[in-house]
Each structure stands twice: as C-alpha cells, then as structure tokens.
C-alpha cells in the first residue's frame, strides 16, 4: 500500500495513453454488463425457494390445451399439496391486437399462492368483491398511466363475449409489484376474475388452462408432481407437471439460445480487449526500462519490481471495468425506455459485478504478467546502459 | 486555442460520419477513384503516395501494434456482422413465407392463426366469396386449417425438456396453396390416419422426427411418415390430417384459418371487401406475404437494436485502442515525419500518409471479421420462439453481402476516426521540437 503513490504515478505517466486505454477497457466493460444483466434474468426466471415450493400443471398435450375444473378438487387431496389454485391465458391486448400484454384469468386464491407479489390488503378486498376487478403490474401501470378506479378495454385475441365482440371492459383495482426479481415479470401482467371470463365467453366452457399447486415441502415436490400426473394418466386430459422453476427454465431455453450468443460476444469482447491492455501494458515498460533499472539500483528487489507492474496493470483494467459495469447500470434504464417497452433489461445485479471484478482481476493479472515478468528478470547494469 | 481546435475538429468528424453513413456504395467508389486520380495526378498527391509508401514499409518492423488495430477491429466488425445477420436471417425467414397471391383470412380481432376459431359456417362460406381460383374439377381452392401446439422432445435435452412445435392440421388443399412445399423424404400423410410429415427445421430441432418413427402426442402415438421442405418458417412445423388433429385436441368442426389461392394478386381486394361485407362472417382477411412479415416486425427490430447497441460499444472501444496504437506509432516515427517535413513535404501528404496506413489497417481488420463472420455464422441455424406462433421457429442467420459492406464501411470509419487525431498532431508538431526526441 505504501508503493501506492508510485505505482499511481507509474500509471499516469503518459495520460493520454492511458486514459485511451481505460476507455477501451470501459466499453468491454459496460457490454459485459448489460449482457450479463440479460443472462442472469434469464437464468434466475423462476428460480427462487417459491418457485421450487409451486408445481405448475398443465396438459401434456400442448400449452393451449385446456384441462377440466374438476381435475383440481382431486389433485388438493394428493398428500403433500398445501393449495390448489388455477389459471387461464386470456389472450388479452390493449389498443391494437398486435400489442399484447400477458393476461390471466385466475382463481380467487391465486395470488396467496404468490407471497412474494405485493398487493395491498385493500387493494384484494376490492378485487374479491368487484366482478369486473383486474390487478394490474407495477410497469404496466407506469407505462399506460392507469391508476386505480380507471376503467380499461382490453381486447381478447382469443376469446369473443357471448354477442361476438372482443372487447371486454375492467375496472383497475389495485396494482403488483414484486418483491424479488424472480418474480419480477407479475409487474408487467394483468389479473381477472376467472369467473368473470369463464361467464363471459361461449369458448371456454369452465375449463381450466393450468393449475398452481403449492407443496408444503419443496424435497417432496417431484414426488407430488408424479402423483398429480398420475391422476389423469390415460384420460384424455393427460397431464405434466412440474415445478415452476423447472418449467420456466425450459420456456426460457426455447426463447432463444441466449447463453450461446452471449457467451460467444463475451468471448470476442475480451478478447480484444486483451490485445489492447496488453499492447499498452507492454509499451508502458519498455519506455520505462531504464526507471526501472534505477529502482533496482537503489535497493528495491525482484518481487517487488514484478508486483509493482502488475498492481499496475490490475489497477488500470480495474478502474476501466468498474466504471465500465457502473455506467451499464446507469444505462440499461435508458435503453429499455428507448426501445419503446420491447426490451426490458434488468438491472445489474450483484452477481454480475462480482464476475465482473473476477474478471477484472483475471484480465489484469493476465495482460500484467509478461511486461511483468521482464521488468523483475531486468539486468541492472544492461538496463543503465541502454542495451 | 488548442482546445477550440481540436472541438472543431470533433464537429467536422461528427458531420462527417453521419454523411458516411448515409453513403451508397456507388458514391464511395466515386470518392476513391477521385482520391486515385488526386494522389496520381497532381503533385501533392504524388507526395502523399511517397509519404505512405515509406510508413507502409516501416509496419513490418511495427507488427505487433498494428495487428493490434487490426484484430480489434475484426473483432468489432465480426460481433457486428454475426448480430445483424441474425436478425436479418429471422426476418428473412418470415418474409419469404407466403406469396402476394394467396391470401389467409381468420376470425376478426386474432392476432395470429393459434388464436382465432372460425365456426363450421364460416369454413364453408369463404370459398364462395369471388376472386379464388379453381381447380382442374372447377372447385375453389381454398385450404381450411387448424393450428395447435404439441410438446415434443427436444433434441440433445435432458429427458423431460420438452419444447413446443406448431402442430398444423391440412386437408388435401394444403398443397395446392403452397406450391414451394415439397415432400423430401417418404410420403405425405393418409388422411384419417394419425400420420405425421415434418418440416425440415423441426427435424432439426426434436428428438425423434425421422421417417418411420413414432412420437406420442398426450396419449396418442402418431407415426411419421414424411419430411417437407418449404425453406420458409412453414419448415418449422409439423403436419398432420385435419379432422384427426381436430378430434385429439377436441376442437370438433372449427378450424384456425382459411388459406387460399386467388386468381391474381390484383383479386385481393375484391375477396377481402366480399368477406367484409358478408353478414354471415366477422373476419379479417390478409395476404399470406404480409401476415408474415407482420408477424417478424417486433422480433426483427429487438434484434436489431441489440445488434446496433452492442456494435456501438464495442467500435467505441476499438477507436480508442486504434488511436492509442497510432498515437504510439507516430511518436515512435517522430523524427522520421520531421525530417520530411524539414525536407520540404507539407503538412496535407502527412497526414494523409498516416490516415491511410490506419485505414488501410481498419480495412484489412474490417475482411478479417467480415470473413470470419461469414465462415462461422452464414447458414447457422438457430432457433427462438416465434412472435405470433405457439411453436419454436427455427432460421439460418444470413451473412449478406449488404452486410459484410455495412461492417467494411464501420471498419473503415473507426479506422477514420482512429488515424485522424494522430495524423494532425504529427502535422502540427515543431519540427524542432520533434527532431530532438529520441
């Protein structure tokens, strides 16, 4: 620590090089982390104790093949499930049938299956007495300017009234929000009354379009998951269940092969930016043979000289990478906004900048190494004399 | 002074790379001949060419540096070239699906075919309307269909990972309103029977989808009995007998859709002001060509933004690694550049010599990653779940010539950019001044 000053002076030696560098060394900082950012909120969909704790059953036919109502009543007394609620996809849009928002038509305990989606008690004594209610998402609600006591439209893509028309009207009575990230996509859905929807469409027929089937132990939950499907083995309504993580996993890797994408950006990035530092790195010591040849001579030992080269480079590559990671989370915002509600990036999460600052060290020590090694081998009486 | 000058400097790049960008190929041909012809004909140009061919010949000696641009910049054109090219690949895949002369009509208000429901009575009404052509027997070809989602295994995927695939049920008419559809492996289907026919991109991606095979569908067990090929997002389907689909998903007489061929491409909008004005129906009516491309809209432009946001990052960064390595280059040759200078070469052959060895670099980076771009990921296939299907819809990511120019042209700006600060300080360095370094 006390060889700080130096090797700060070391650093900043040539300014503009060096600051030509950093930025360099921020740009592949900043695409790592808002393509990290992507990665784990594709990874982490789901994955959280609740979402290991809830089963999802649906028909194993296809995701759009609805399943009977009575199939519920028998899957609450399979041992080990604590509460049966239900679902239907309702196909819903706002404004123009082309922009859709994810609407289910649920049961009335659907939302005590989720604790981790905040909803004010008021807000759940309104929807469980207004027929019409919805509980509208967090970001949904910024983004059209609802509040509550609006009334809204929405059209169904799928499912017309009884007279034909796909409008259907709601009253907002409450808005979500989630309180962990896992869960984080309930701030961008719409809640009806299953009821409501059941009544108020011909094409429904009671039917049910997924169960949520909570489990009072998350190591028993394979097992329930096996028994529930074995109600319905060789009906014509054939079930699949399994537990929520498992099943947005899967949904996650049919979007798109993300982590291939990612990675193989990643790769080219560092790569590149690899070359860069450790050009520079290796420039920054041959200029300063001679300096230090001197620090040698004047009692400052190999080991010394090699870890003040390589403080050296891992301070240059850290300072880039942290503003790097730093302005990507003060950017992804920014980008969200800009592509009109099409992407909605997370942010940075902690996991990121750790893997970030392992990154860093790494490069560092990397791209540091060889001018490193050169400067520690140096010969005293060569590196005076200019040979 | 220094400081206004180098802020003018940033205006007159900004001005300029916002015209390069909006440069057609022909104007930039235009704009090299023309510098040709200057470093040919008039004599400073001929300066320039001497001053280039000296820095030019010192890069061996500099190789290690200059690989640096050089590889950065690939690195920035190659990301760049690989993202686009997926987006233009799916795109390309949705827009080549359908043609201008047949057209898909659906119950009113469905964003897509897996959404709508159309009764019995509609079916049978929409080939009345006018404008359809007919067949060899004088019937209208019109095509009902039923779109489902079937889990399928995937392929190399854990035993329960399963993805879902558009499941369509064709009657005999199928083939007449798509005539790109060929049979490529075994037959097509029975009708009546549960007999399958795959895309080709769905083989690709599930387990189990080769001829003679046999996959369960909930409780079913349907046999595959053929593979198609339509090179359009059609390949990533699965095909089987209309009414046995029907009956397995329990959707009775009703279907998703009607397809069907019309006369001419100009018989559209009779057909479509017929159904509209018909009480019997509430439908909306398109033509297949741009109920596809409607379908790619949003999907092509996340893709595109990534493309462009990524690409922008990194060439930011490749610019500050190609000054540093200019900047290096010119001070290590900066007795060199004060000689001439002090010879009696101007200031223009200067800085136009070292703008064209950055250029020249950028050029040779932008081919690298062009190239490598195009050896990787031309005909990659990859796959993502469809805006407006219930299926996976499997593409070919597509290394366009337009595109390898869109990331020569990138190469050549960040080359630009990364030479021309370099190149003006070595012009306006005192030649006393830099005689004296060492």
Known sequence: MKYFHLIWAALFRRKTRTILTIISIVAAFLLFGMLDAVRTSFDQAGQSANGARRLQTGSKLSFIQTLPQGLGGQIEHVPGVKSVAYANWFGGAYQDPHNQIFSFAVSDNYLDQYPEVEVSDEARKTFASTQTGVIVGQVLADKY?????????????????????????????????????????????????????????????????WYVVSVNDANQADKVAKAIDAISANSDHETRTQTEAAASASWMKQLADIGLIVGSIMGAVFFTLLLLTGNTMMQAVRERTSELAVLKTIGFSNHAVLAMVLAESLLLVLIGGVIGIGLASFLIPGVSAGSGGLLNLPTVGAGSWLLGIALMVAIGLVVGFLPAWRAMRLNIVDALAGR | MNFLFNLGLIVVLAVFLFAWAMLPWQAVLVLAIAFALWMVLTRRGRQAASVTMVGVSTIRQRLGSSSVVI?????????????????????????????????????????????SVMDHDSVVVVPQAPGIARDGQGKPIASPEIVVAANLPVKNGGPDDEGSVQLRGVGDEAWAVRPNLKIIAGRKFTPGMR???VGQGAQRQFAGLEPGHEVTLGDQVWTVVGVFASNDALDSEIWGDADTVASTYRRGSSRASVTVKLTNPQAYDGFKAALAADPRLK????????????????????????????????????????????????????REIATLRAIGFRGVPVVVAIMLETMLLALLGGLLGGLVAWMIFNGYTASTMAAGSVGQLSFAFKVSPELLWQGLKWALAIGFVGGLFPAIRAARLPVTTALREL
């Open chain 2, 195 to 197: 007999e399958l026919i």
């Open chain 1, 145 to 209: 300017h609802w509040k509550v006591g609006d009334q809204i439209p929405l059209q169904s893509t799928i499912f017309p009234q009884h007279d034909g028309s796909k409008n259907w009207k709601f009253d907002i009575v409450g808005v979500m929000h989630a309180k962990d990230k896992s869960a984080g996509w309930y701030d961008q859905v719409i809640l009806m009354h299953w009821k409501y929807f059941d009544e108020g469409t011909p094409y429904n027929g009671g039917t049910v379009g």
């Open chain 2, 283 to 334: 439908v909306d009516t398109d033509t297949t060509l741009d109920y596809f491309s409607k379908q790619s809209e949003g999907m092509s432009k996340v893709m595109r933004i990534m493309g462009i946001t990524v690409g922008l990052i990194m060439a930011i960064g490749a610019v500050f690694g190609a000054l540093n390595t200019m900047f290096a280059a010119v001070a290590s040759r900066a």
């Open chain 2, 71 to 115: 590889i950065g910049i690939a690195g920035v054109v190659g990301v760049l070239v690989a993202l686009l090219a997926m987006g233009d690949g799916y795109a390309e895949t949705l827009r080549k699906t359908g043609s201008e002369d047949t057209a898909i009509v659906m119950r009113g208000g469905s964003a897509s075919e897996v959404m």
